[in-house]
């Protein structure tokens, strides 16, 4: 049964920069129609709390991210971060008690000190929430030791065959690839071995949600974008730019800080269901032009890309 169509832009909220994040859910919940992203690890702690019945469909996140001090390539890093403990004990806990209003996405566990081989994380994916039928589930695959920074996909894809336990295969934007061109190459190259296994999945592309990396990891293969961007900066005329600069472009420069805050939240909001729109029309018509910013960047994007890709 088909719960959304992809692509799908998912806006996310995390305490995790945001500490007020309860506030923030609740005020883009009249905003939000579609997916939403929310976080295991804030269940737990009570940062936030159910029910949650605006959106169409939940991704229940890891943890990882809240458990970690890592950022985002879109975070400021100017807010101190301190976890608290994160265990796989307390999020299978949580799925336990899990009990959406709309449907779910189950995210595998995460935490960086808790990284095994390939083999493991299918396992310990597999093995999460076990006896419900009620929900779908989401391998987050990540580097299989501490000292990786990054995935080795050669040595996933030893194991692609797998990955067809799994409802969507995640990918961390950080750890894909050390270039924009690296992470296209790499997600194409999953994409690509997803294809000749004959496994029909949509590849997630964790802390991406902007105007130019967004749309070209999924022209490389990828369907579902998630992340914070939408958050901290303003999307205007394909560009992400400073919240500060976007109010006084669009509103005037004697515009409280908090009013810019909702007002490019609610502009981000729309921005992303326009793009999304625009993702939607290219794979109909293959055509570059359905991209009203940036289309021919794009495509020569693509095109060498995939010539990368040509002698591996």
């Known amino acids: 049964m088909e719960v959304e169509r992809t692509p799908l832009l998912v806006p996310s909220f ?13 005020s883009c919940s009249e905003l939000i129609e579609g997916v939403t992203l929310i976080s295991a690890y804030d269940l737990h702690y009570k940062q936030i709390e159910p029910p949650f019945d605006f959106p169409s469909l939940i991704f229940l996140d890891s943890g ?29 806990g949580v799925l336990a008690t899990w009990q959406p209003a709309v449907p779910s996405v189950l995210i595998s566990f995460d935490h960086p000190k808790a990284r095994v081989g390939f083999a493991d994380q299918i396992e310990r994916a597999r093995s999460m929430a076990p006896g419900r039928a009620d929900v779908m589930r989401e391998l987050l695959l990540k580097p299989e030791t501490a000292s990786q920074r990054f995935l080795h996909v050669d040595d996933l894809l030893r194991h692609v065959h797998r990955l067809a336990d799994f409802d969507v295969i995640g990918v961390t934007e950080k750890e894909i690839g050390d270039s924009l061109m690296d992470r296209m190459k790499n997600i194409a190259k999953l ?20 105007t ?13 974008f998630d992340g914070l961007t939408w958050l901290r900066f303003a999307f205007h005329e394909g560009l992400t730019i400073y919240k500060h600069n976007f109010g006084a472009l669009q509103f005037g420069v004697s515009t409280k800080t908090i009013m810019v805050d ?27 032009s359905s991209f009203k910013h940036h289309s021919e960047m794009f495509k020569v994007a693509l095109q060498s890309a995939l010539e990368a890709l040509g002698g591996e």
């Open 14 to 26: 995390s305490s995790k920069g945001f500490p007020d994040v309860r506030k923030i859910i609740a």
């Open 64 to 92: 990882g991210y809240e458990a970690s001090k890592e950022v985002e390539l879109s975070d400021f890093g100017d807010k101190d971060h301190h976890p608290k403990e994160w265990t796989q004990e307390m999020h299978e």
């Open 191 to 210: 994409r690509r071995a997803l294809t000749r296994a004959d496994i029909d999945v949509p590849i997630h592309v964790f802390g991406s949600l902007d």
């Open 212 to 224: 130019i990396s967004t749309p070209m990891y999924f022209i490389a293969g990828a369907d579902i």
């Open 262 to 288: 909702a007002r490019c939240w609610h502009q981000n909001y729309y921005y992303m269901s326009e793009l999304q729109l625009e993702m939607r029309r290219f794979l109909t018509t293959d055509d570059f």
